[in-house]
């Protein structure tokens, strides 16, 4: 579900004294840990990752996905909802955010996402096949909490 680069400005800060490679390289460590089950190791890579950036929404996302992993949806989905203000149309962030939504009974907070990320794929932004996947699973989770 995660994925490269970051299209957010990551210069060097007071904040943040590494340089945009160091960056990569430390969200690369968190990937491979959350690809490999480390989830905890993961937690501990991404909660430094964006102490020093904050700016930068794929650390947000890593560290969503890492409390998906972990059970802490309540940190998912915050954290997914700092993702999409680092990156507004970031859509593993919306789907980061519809799942602990959806978990959390946040019907609405769901379907206003549901209905953007449609809204994204309809347009050809998001063309990604595992995310429309992803997508799609979701309207129906979401769709048979309506039909009972």
């Known amino acids: 579900m995660i994925v490269g680069g970051d299209r957010v400005s990551l210069e060097r800060t007071k904040r943040n004294p590494y340089s945009k490679e160091q960056l990569q390289d430390m969200y690369g460590l968190a990937k491979m840990l959350l690809e490999t089950g480390h989830f905890r190791r993961a937690d501990s890579v991404v909660s430094g990752l964006i102490s020093v950036a904050p700016d930068f929404s794929h650390g947000w996302l890593a560290s969503a996905v890492v409390a998906i992993a972990l059970g802490r949806v309540e940190r998912a989905r915050d954290h997914a909802r700092q993702a999409l203000r680092a990156q507004g149309d970031m859509?593993?962030?919306?789907?980061?955010?519809?799942?602990?939504?959806?978990?959390?009974?946040?019907?609405?907070?769901?379907?206003?996402?549901?209905?953007e990320l449609r809204d994204l794929i309809e347009a050809g932004v998001v063309s990604d096949p595992n995310t429309i996947r992803l997508f799609r699973m979701q309207m129906v989770r979401y769709n048979q909490e309506f039909d009972t």
Not at 91 to 115: N, P, Q, R
């Open 91 to 115: 859509a593993e962030a919306m789907l980061v955010l519809i799942v602990s939504s959806l978990t959390l009974g946040d019907y609405a907070t769901a379907g206003t996402f549901l209905g």
